[in-house]
């Protein structure tokens, strides 16, 4: 019933951006707080950063601050992930997660090369 689907990831250069989005249905979205989640080969998932109900970014790491902005929509069940300036480092499955039920989407892939 509960289902997030990420999409957006693809392919850039070394300092090129994406826009990463999950949309979700089978919960009321609207009051529930939402995380990105990434995953490089060979390395354990990690939290990129996270947003309250409201739309307030919470938690988001060293590594991506100032390049990377969290933000929903709760009309449209959304919630997205805009990166800039993306490094070799952001290459990696990239997982929107449901915080209430420690549930993740089926991920989007995010290539980035020099």
């Known amino acids: 019933q509960v289902r997030l689907v990420e999409s957006g990831g693809g392919s850039v250069q070394a300092g090129g951006s994406l826009r990463l989005s999950c949309t979700a249905s089978?919960?009321?979205?609207?009051?529930?707080?939402m995380s990105w989640y990434r995953q490089a080969p060979g390395k354990e998932r990690e939290l990129v950063g996270g947003?309250?109900?409201?739309?307030?970014?919470?938690d988001l790491q060293d590594s991506v601050k100032g390049r990377f902005t969290i933000s929903r929509d709760n009309v449209k069940s959304g919630m997205y992930l805009q990166m800039y300036d993306l490094q070799p480092e952001g290459t990696a499955e990239y997982f929107c997660?449901?915080?209430?039920?420690?549930?993740w989407g089926r991920g989007t892939q995010v290539t980035v090369s020099s």
């Open positions: 947003i309250t109900s409201g739309g307030v970014e919470i």
């Open positions: 997660q449901f915080e209430r039920w420690e549930f």
């Open positions: 089978g919960f009321n979205f609207g009051l529930e707080r």
